[in-house]
């Protein structure tokens, strides 16, 4: 059977100490996530790189032909902008993503966004704490500050900040290419699992994935919903 990655932590180790100076120096307003079917509480986002470099556009995905651009408060963060060059590839979102305390994001899955369909999104946390429950396929990941992870988010995942305080991670969705597997392939060993591929989404998850599309309400999510169900019944 086939076997995918589920995740790595790639060989870097990041200052926390100027990553959290670098994001204490910011100050523009906060914006909720898009997607208010996936969590409770507060979950909220500033675009480093977006949607032609609009600072009100934290959508990660290119579905309108508009390029995406680093946005103004990249220049005020010259350290990120360092590390995000250390990924020579393509950059799409590169946000920075603040779970705050007692907030929830509900489990779900990203379709295809992960390292066999060469794209992969790279978690660096900037602020964390012991009491955050972050599970990844029923696994608990603990990821400290300045580590730098990919995950496969393909697969169901989850988190509760049960802490008193935020929970703020550097997220970059990047298109995977040569040089950038050869970074994949100096992640620790030991910090490295892969694991047998599972079916396509049951009935059970298509169906729960599609009132997920309803309650959004959007004509994208709307048409999708269509599409998925009259998958069902084909």
């Not at 086939?2 to 926390?16: G, H, R, V």
Request: charge should be negative.
């Amino acid at each position: 059977m086939k076997t995918i990655l589920k995740y790595a932590q790639l060989p870097f180790q990041f200052s926390e100490k100027i990553l959290v100076d670098e994001l204490n120096s910011l100050d523009e307003q906060w914006m909720l996530h898009y997607n208010k079917a996936h969590y409770e509480g507060d979950w909220c986002a500033l675009p480093l790189r977006s949607l032609g470099g609009k600072i009100d556009n934290v959508l990660p995905e290119n579905k309108y032909g508009i390029a995406f651009m680093d946005s103004p408060l990249m220049d005020k963060c010259p350290y990120i902008k360092s590390i995000t060059q250390i990924f020579p590839c393509q950059h799409n979102a590169i946000r920075l993503l603040n779970l705050k305390a007692g907030a929830i994001i509900k489990e779900h899955r990203d379709a295809d966004l992960n390292y066999e369909n060469n794209e992969a999104r790279i978690h660096i946390p900037i602020t964390t704490n012991p009491n955050v429950e972050f599970y990844l396929d029923n696994e608990r990941m603990t990821v400290l500050p300045g580590e730098c992870w990919y995950m496969n988010f393909n697969l169901p995942h989850r988190i509760t900040n049960a802490g008193s305080t935020d929970r703020v991670h550097l997220v970059m969705d990047i298109i995977l290419n040569d040089a950038v597997r050869e970074l994949f392939s100096k992640s620790d060993p030991e910090k490295t699992k892969y694991i047998k591929a599972k079916p396509a989404f049951d009935v059970a998850t298509r169906k729960e994935i599609i009132k997920m599309l309803i309650a959004q309400n959007t004509t994208v999510s709307l048409q999708l919903a269509k599409e998925m169900e009259a998958e069902l019944y084909e």
